[in-house]
């Protein structure tokens, strides 16, 4: 008992500390809109009773199990799911919302990865003590890092994500074609495939190409794939080159080329996933928690067993993907932060991700569940998993992430659908995010 108060009054003490350095560097001209306001003291994890858990729309199908696991053993503490949209960026609509009329009717938030920063420095979720997490270090550090925000702790990854690439192994095989490696390799396969019988009327490829966050990354994974960048290491947007012409020119004439459908412009993952497994695509371009959906037998998936999982391809070589994922944190103006707190560690433990792997093949963050020999055997995409997720490339660390995506999505989409020439597109973009991204 003594422990846990002393515990809890340095909790409170770190908190007061983090909240002034906050606040000082929200006076400090950094490019967000300085927000939160209020209390330095916010981010004390006090208060026990329900709460309520935001989160995009479940396509796992398992969160419901995992939310009653807790409700099961908190009786007096139990999480209300909150289902927003699909897309990720109409969750980060409703929060922003919700943040900014500091209401308390989110407790727990389900946030993408590319929105810490956001909301760390406009302080709508609050800074958690590390040491309150003390499993953080056996997680996979890419994940880590995407839950901080100028070294600060303030979201814990429950999920990661790393592209792949989703291949129908019956058809390549039929073909006499290995997986490809290189976007030539693809195309040279599928003029192969797309020559049997049983492939006639699908398409080549397809990602995710309507105009929202997976445009980003789709759009971001061809320009690094490509051997380009969009922001570089140095922090500065560097995408007016010709290896990002490259990798946007690769989607453009993908379409000209009908190796993409046109119905691709149309696709966020649910409609992608849905065209595989309706057997429209010899390769498509998902998130892991396709695999588990399309490899289901209860007639939901046409392509159960005739599946495989590759690396993502590129120009010259391997391809790069963007890192995804997401991570939990607690909004400022909730209430009951002690059993958001406690929440958030029991979604994160490796005893309920492991349930979730074997549910729903979802990215998990611990590192050791990659290595585990029984969950290889029984999951073999988790080896081309991890190497994805090892090698991936962040999205910007933004504070003003909400328009530096937009920005992408505008020049992406402009150049797919045929609006704005490649090379134009890249100048207007390298322009905009110049303006944006001052740091
Ligand atoms: C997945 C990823 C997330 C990404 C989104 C794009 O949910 O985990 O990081 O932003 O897809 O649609």
Known sequence: MRFERSHARRAVALAVTSGLVLLASACGGDDGDGGGGGEAAGGALEGRGPITFATGKDTSGNLVNQ??????????????????????????????????????????????????????????????????FPDLGKLLPSTVDTGKYRDKLFAVPVTSDGGLLYYRSDWLQKAGVQPPKTWDEMKAACDKVLALPEAKGASCYAGQFEKYEGLTVNFSEAVNSAGGVVVGEDGKPNVDTPEALAGLEELVNGFKNKE????????????????????????????????????????????????????????????????????????????????????????????????????????????????????????????????????????????????????????????????????????????????????
């Open 260 to 439: 993409i459908p046109a119905a691709a412009i149309t696709y966020k993952e649910e409609e992608g996933r849905r065209a595989f497994q309706e057997g429209k695509l010899v390769f498509h371009r998902n998130w892991p928690y396709v695999y588990a959906l399309a490899g289901k037998t209860d007639g939901s998936s046409k392509v159960a067993g005739k599946f495989q999982v590759a690396p993502l391809p590129g120009k010259s070589g391997p391809g790069v993907s963007t890192l995804g994922g997401h991570n939990y944190g607690i909004s400022e103006f909730a209430k009951n932060k002690a059993t958001a707190a406690d929440f958030i560690k029991f979604m994160s433990s490796e005893e309920r991700q492991k349930a979730n792997v074997e549910k729903t093949s979802q990215a998990p963050t611990w590192a050791s569940l990659y290595d585990d020999p029984a969950l290889n055997k029984q999951f073999p995409y988790l080896a081309p998993l991890k190497a994805s997720i090892e090698t991936a490339k962040s999205r910007p660390k933004v504070i003003k992430y909400g328009d530096v995506t937009t920005a992408i999505q505008d020049a992406a989409y402009g150049a797919l659908t045929n609006k704005t020439p490649p090379k134009q597109a890249l100048t207007d973009l390298q322009t905009k995010l110049s303006s944006l991204i001052t740091q």
């Open 67 to 132: 939310v009653a696991a807790w409700n099961s053993q908190h009786p007096d503490e139990k999480v209300e799911i909150k289902e927003l949209p699909e897309s990720a960026d109409a969750q980060r609509q409703q929060m922003v919302q919700n943040a900014q009329a500091k209401s308390d009717a989110f407790s727990v938030l389900n946030l993408d990865v590319v929105w810490t920063a956001e909301f760390a420095a406009n302080r709508w979720i609050t800074e958690l003590p590390e040491d309150q």
